[in-house]
């Protein structure tokens, strides 16, 4: 059976070549790895063809990285904290909007999770230490996380377990059809599924969390990926 192509989207160094800058595109090896070991097949988006990648790819993989602009989600920058990429929210916009309009799945992970998040008419908690006075940026950082009963995350996992957190932004009021699964002990919320549409998510970072036994109460994420895979390849098989 052929493998499921997944597109990943990737970070930049936010240079804008209209303006003299030269623009370099990147995504941490984790992201691959992890769908490549779920049995899928990983590709980069390199910023172009939004549409033909779209129908191209069987599933996408929205990454972590830099800010969502404000703007998107109708506010200004709150502070130094806050650093958008004006060029990856374009892409990234039309990119998850073709997506969406074919109803191929889509795994949402950190800004990939606030990206999806403003597309569906969302919106975000610009800087979590100053807007809510916590700190969830801490690679070292591992925090319970509380799965809602009847999810996809508490299927897999359970009701309460540790994850990971790096972030400084946080989803403050959910998109539309997105029903919250997972909130942090402070009460952020850590993840989502559509009510409708095949689309899963995670404030935190699972794929650096797969592959590997980290503690008693941190599991090893590979099911998440595997999960999602067999969404992808379910939807494909319709």
């Known amino acids: 059976m052929k493998k499921p192509l997944i597109l990943i989207t990737n970070s930049s160094n936010r240079e804008d ?12 090896h984790t992201y691959g790895a ?25 599933g996408l993989l929205l990454s972590g990285g830099e800010d969502v602009d404000p703007s998107r989600y109708g506010e200004e920058i709150l502070n130094d904290s806050v650093t958008p990429d ?26 990939g999770f ?11 908690w610009q800087d979590i230490p100053t807007q809510m006075g916590y700190v969830h940026f801490d690679s070292r950082l591992r925090h319970p996380c509380f799965a809602e009963e009847g999810s996809v995350l508490h299927s897999i996992f359970g009701r309460e377990f540790r994850v990971n957190s790096t972030h400084h932004q946080a989803v403050r009021r959910p998109g539309e059809g997105l029903k919250v699964t997972g909130r942090s002990i402070e009460g952020i ?16 970072h699972p794929e650096r969390l797969t592959g590997a036994h980290w503690d008693d109460r941190t599991p090893d994420f590979a099911p998440w990926f595997e999960h999602f895979v067999q969404m992808v390849v379910d939807n494909s098989s319709k």
Do not use: W
Request: proline share 7%; aromatic share 6%; glycine share 8%.
């Open 114 to 124: 606030q990206v999806l998040n403003v597309v569906l008419g969302g919106d975000l």
């Open 34 to 58: 992890a769908i490549a070991a779920a049995g899928g097949v990983p590709i980069m988006t390199m910023e172009y063809s939004a549409e033909e990648l779209s129908e191209l790819c069987d």
């Open 189 to 204: 919320i850590e993840a989502y599924e559509h009510e409708t549409l095949p689309i899963i998510g995670t404030q935190f």
């Open 86 to 111: 004006p060029l990856r929210d374009a892409y990234e916009f039309e990119l998850t909007k073709a997506f969406l309009e074919k109803g191929k799945p889509i795994l949402a992970i950190c800004r």
């Open 17 to 28: 070549p209209a303006k003299g800058g030269s623009r370099t595109l990147h995504c941490p």
